[in-house]
């Protein structure tokens, strides 16, 4: 029975949430009332709680997670200083001769955007504020503008560089070794922050190449969903400028990418020097003041910050979850499921799909993953793919109706025009696009491995 | 009349806001030195094929400062996420209700619990002045292990000035003018 509570302590987090007080604290907060019940009942030790400052520490001392403050550094200048905005306008000018131009032009560059920002909701405000106004005037229907950014906002969880594939690739890389120690093997094969992201590059690109290719069909065949600009200022395009505004940031970011994939640099310097690109185009353009920077760093500051009392709330929760016997009952509970294997990894996916809709792929990665990782690695799952699935699952469950985060963030940025049901409508079709992607890689698993696998 | 009376309150809460927006401002200038010293390892491990353990060091140090001594910046800036699909509809009493709950029985015991496991942690490392153990590496090693102190103390002081001002809110319906962020 006494297993039950880390269950019943799991759902009590589920509900204090909702009231709406900062995550880090409701978690840690919760898990410490059980944790003090626990004591009096005599179902707790509190001597569990003294390994806290150790694991504190290990946040601390871990030097891929140094890459997260670097990289959120990168995308806060991008935006801040219009870059991204700038692509846009310079790509929709490039594709205007083509149907459904703008709407593929949001797409590239909001996978571009969520490749240097890795954030679901700076990615989707961002591009909201500035393509969604440009999209109704030039008469597209509301529900395929909002369903094309909010669709595109969520490639953040699955390009890499992205935040979530580095903090993924964190705790993956520590359940691995957990996995495999548990099983004896004393040498545990490891898996990588970077080679998470080489295994995310093949689906990532997929899953834009499928958003273009939805764009085209619906808009041959419904034209009047995405009409095309007047040819008068077609006319307008300079070929200096639209280079200027197109390769210095795609440059950027290529080369942050591609000096991670090909081992060059680890993901951590890699941002470092990223960010700095960042801030050499901004100063290039005549976007950078102190009050700029002073900006950029603020704001860095508080994303850090909050992304790392996540961690620290989740740490409390964790030792409270696994003093109360909770990780034995998971591995319990998932080995015992009908269809072995395949069945505990669909309930997996389908529990995180809706937790998707309360947390977070931050609090999701460090409460959730520990718990699941370890059991299912052990049973012979492949953690890259396993990371990719994580991925995909949370992009498509923040695009799903009535909860997804994406949808939030949008209607918070959309002028009241644009109703909450034609947002609802537009994303349908990409949700449709990230299931089948979902059940591509449940077939054929080296769509996501292949990469990988020949680094070695 | 009453409100007045509120005064020696309101004032801590705001200067408690005072020290806790610039803390936040200086330690965000850290960022930035972050990058610099991440460029600087990155030329000199390529270009000069020389790797310093202190100037890595130096960037764990930074890194550790900007989360753990910004955190309680985050706070008074509301910049720590929750979920607001219900919270964002409540009326501004309820969130008040919330927000003072909150720290009450989250924020407050949460840090007293960091602050008392981490205290012997600390003080251990204090007493044989513990370094790095990589050859080269920084010899400050209890001054960031410190940070863990530091954490919990600031989320604490800013907390509680979020209680007084939902307190003054609920019982004279305004808000003490707090420093404003830039952003």
Same mark, same amino acid.
């Given at each position: 029975m006494v297993e039950h509570i880390s269950i019943i302590m799991f759902i009590a987090v589920c509900v204090v949430l909702m009231a709406g007080y900062p995550v880090a604290f409701s978690l840690a907060?919760?898990?410490?009332?059980?944790?003090?019940?626990?004591?009096?009942?005599?179902n707790f030790d509190m001597s569990f709680l003294y390994a806290l400052p150790n694991r504190l520490y290990g946040i601390i001392d871990n030097t891929t997670l140094i890459a997260v403050p670097l990289f959120i550094f990168m995308g806060v200048m991008l935006e801040k200083s219009n870059l991204a905005e700038n692509l846009l306008s310079s790509m929709s000018l490039l594709f205007s001769r083509l149907q459904g131009g703008l709407g593929i032009s949001v797409v590239l560059v909001g996978m571009l955007l969520a490749a240097s920002t890795g954030i679901v909701g700076a990615t989707v405000v961002t591009l909201g504020l500035m393509s969604l106004p440009t999209m109704l005037k030039q008469g597209y229907s509301s529900s395929l503008a909002?369903?094309? *950014?909010?669709?595109?906002?969520?490639?953040?969880? *699955?390009?890499?560089?992205?935040?979530?594939?580095?903090?993924?690739?964190?705790?993956?890389?520590?359940?691995?070794?957990?996995?495999q120690l548990a099983l004896g093997i004393f040498a545990p094969k490891t898996v990588s922050v970077g080679d998470l992201f080489l295994g995310a590059v093949i689906p990532g690109l997929m899953l834009v190449a499928m958003y273009i290719i939805y764009l085209l069909i619906i808009t041959?065949?419904?034209?009047?969903?995405?009409?095309r600009l007047p040819p008068r200022e077609q006319s307008k395009v300079a070929v200096l400028q639209l280079l200027q505004g197109l390769l210095a940031p795609i440059v950027l970011i290529v080369a942050v990418l591609g000096s991670i994939l090909a081992g060059i640099?680890?993901?951590?310097?890699?941002?470092?020097v990223g960010a700095f690109g960042a801030a050499l185009l901004a100063l290039g353009s005549r976007r950078l003041s102190i009050d700029r920077l002073k900006e950029v760093a603020q704001t860095t500051t508080e994303v850090t910050s909050m992304v790392f009392l996540i961690l620290v709330g989740a740490a409390v929760f964790s030792l409270v979850f696994r003093g109360f016997g909770g990780e034995a009952l998971v591995e319990?509970?998932?080995?015992?499921?009908?269809?072995?294997?395949?069945?505990?990894?669909?309930?997996?996916?389908?529990?995180?799909?809706?937790?998707?809709?309360?947390?977070?792929? *931050?609090?999701?990665?460090?409460?959730?993953?520990?718990? *699941?990782?370890?059991?299912?690695?052990?049973?012979?799952?492949?953690?890259?793919?396993?990371?990719?699935?994580?991925?995909?699952?949370?992009?498509?469950?923040?695009?799903?109706?009535?909860f997804g985060f994406a949808l939030f963030y949008l209607r918070g940025v959309a002028p009241k025009t644009v109703k909450t049901k034609d947002i609802y409508q537009g994303v349908v079709p990409f949700i449709g696009i990230q299931l089948f992607l979902m059940i591509l890689l449940c077939f054929w698993p080296s769509v996501a491995t292949w990469l990988p696998s020949l680094k070695y | 009349m009453a409100y007045k009376l509120a005064h020696? %309150?309101?004032?801590?809460?705001?200067?408690?806001?005072?020290?806790?927006?610039?803390?936040?401002?200086?330690?965000?200038?850290?960022?930035?030195?972050?990058?610099?010293?991440?460029?600087?390892?990155?030329?000199?491990?390529?270009?000069?094929?020389?790797?310093?353990?202190?100037?890595?060091?130096?960037?764990?140090?930074?890194?550790? !400062?900007?989360?753990?001594?910004?955190? !309680?910046f985050?706070?008074?800036?509301?910049?720590?996420?929750?979920?607001?699909?219900?919270?964002q509809n409540f009326n501004p009493?309820?969130?008040?209700?919330?927000?003072?709950?909150?720290?009450? %029985?989250?924020?407050?015991?949460?840090?007293?619990?960091?602050?008392?496991?981490?205290?012997?942690?600390?003080?251990?490392?204090?007493?044989?002045?513990?370094?790095?153990?990589?050859?080269?590496?920084?010899?400050?090693?209890?001054?960031?292990?410190?940070?863990?102190?530091?954490?919990?103390?600031?989320?604490?002081?800013?907390g509680l000035s979020e209680i007084i001002k939902n307190i003054l809110f609920l019982l004279y319906s305004k808000m003490p003018a707090s420093p404003q962020g830039e952003a």
């Open positions: 907060g919760t898990a410490l009332i059980f944790a003090l019940i626990g004591n009096f009942s005599g909002a369903g094309s *950014i909010c669709a595109t906002g969520t490639l953040g969880q *699955i390009i890499p560089p992205s935040i979530a594939l580095v903090l993924l690739g964190d705790v993956l890389s520590s359940a691995y070794q957990q996995s041959h065949f419904r034209p009047h969903l995405a009409p640099a680890t993901p951590t310097e890699a941002a470092g319990d509970l998932l080995s015992n499921i009908p269809g072995g294997l395949f069945g505990a990894t669909f309930a997996v996916m389908v529990m995180i799909f809706f937790l998707g809709f309360i947390l977070d792929f *931050i609090e999701i990665t460090y409460i959730v993953v520990p718990i *699941i990782g370890p059991a299912l690695l052990g049973m012979g799952l492949d953690p890259i793919w396993l990371g990719v699935m994580i991925a995909i699952n949370l992009q498509t469950s923040f695009l799903t109706p009535p | 020696p %309150f309101k004032l801590l809460a705001l200067g408690i806001d005072h020290f806790t927006e610039w803390t936040g401002r200086i330690v965000a200038w850290l960022t930035l030195a972050m990058v610099a010293l991440t460029c600087a390892i990155v030329l000199m491990r390529y270009f000069f094929e020389t790797g310093s353990i202190a100037l890595q060091e130096a960037v764990t140090y930074l890194h550790a !400062a900007v989360f753990l001594a910004g955190a !309680a985050t706070l008074k800036r509301k910049g720590h996420v929750s979920v607001d699909i219900f919270y009493r309820t969130q008040a209700v919330i927000e003072i709950l909150g720290a009450l %029985f989250f924020l407050l015991p949460v840090c007293l619990l960091i602050l008392i496991v981490s205290w012997d942690y600390v003080a251990s490392s204090w007493a044989i002045n513990e370094a790095s153990r990589e050859a080269g590496g920084l010899p400050w090693l209890y001054l960031l292990k410190t940070l863990l102190l530091l954490m919990p103390v600031t989320i604490m002081l800013q």
